[in-house]
T-cell receptor, first 111, second 113 residues
Framework: AQSVTQLGSHVSVSEGALVLLRCNYS??????LFWYVQYPNQGLQLLLK??????LVKGINGFEAEFKKSETSFHLTKPSAHMSDAAEYFC?????????FGAGTRLFVKA | DGGITQSPKYLFRKEGQNVTLSCEQN?????MYWYRQDPGQGLRLIYY???????QKGDIAEGYSVSREKKESFPLTVTSAQKNPTAFYLC????????????FGPGTRLLVL
């Protein structure tokens, strides 16, 4: 069985500060891991995807995530937050026919 | 431009009424999915289809029905048996079902009158 836990339903940072969104997963098979972003009243779009080729994955808009098997984590980071990063972020795991999504973390960016 | 379209953007349902949400894709993807999104609960899978004329129940299929008569289309019907239909509904597609990136439509918000 697979599952995803996102720590913190809300995260608030100041503009220019580090963004860190936490994700832990559980999977009985080697996982494919994803981060998606959702802006208000829109669908989800892919930020980045881990496929076992490299543990540090770079995505769009300056985001990156590091796969740590020993910690079963796939945390999302960005060195410097921008106002346009305010959105909801979903971590997801896929090891077969279904993709399991976390509950989401809403990122607030303060000016 | 390739993508996924969903219509309508907002839909109102009366008690005892069935309503149908449209989802169309021109990405030539084999797999399509319907998710329900409620605040604080992430996305929950309603139905998915790996190929035309075939579909499987997801985690919360009760009160919903789908069809997949064409590769491009995967409509979702919310039946009167669904007692709490108010939610944001998202359609997605992927090349195949295993471990592939899913591409999402803009969503339909269903409200009950």
């Amino acid at each position: 069985a697979q599952s995803v836990t996102q720590l913190g339903s809300h995260v608030s940072v100041s503009e220019g500060a580090l963004v860190l969104l936490r994700c832990n997963y559980s999977s009985s098979v080697p996982p494919y891991l994803f981060w998606y972003v959702q802006y208000p009243n829109q669908g989800l779009q892919l930020l980045l995807k881990y496929t076992s080729a490299a543990t540090l994955v770079k995505g769009i808009n300056g985001f990156e995530a590091e796969f740590k098997k020993s910690e079963t984590s796939f945390h999302l980071t960005k060195p410097s937050a921008h106002m346009s990063d305010a959105a909801e972020y979903f971590c997801a795991v896929s090891g077969g026919f279904k993709t399991i999504f976390g509950a989401g973390t809403r990122l607030f960016v303060k000016a | 431009d390739g993508g996924i379209t969903q219509s309508p953007k907002y839909l109102f349902r009366k008690e005892g009424q069935n309503v149908t949400l449209s989802c169309e894709q021109n990405l030539n993807h084999d797999a399509m999915y319907w998710y329900r999104q409620d605040p604080g609960q992430g996305l929950r899978l309603i139905y998915y289809s790996q190929i035309v004329n075939d579909f499987q129940k997801g985690d919360i299929a009760e009160g919903y029905s789908v069809s997949r008569e064409k590769k491009e289309s995967f409509p979702l019907t919310v039946t009167s048996a669904q007692k709490n239909p108010t939610a944001f509904y998202l359609c997605a597609s992927s090349i195949g079902t295993e471990q592939e990136t899913q591409y999402f439509g803009p969503g339909t918000r269903l409200l009950v009158l």
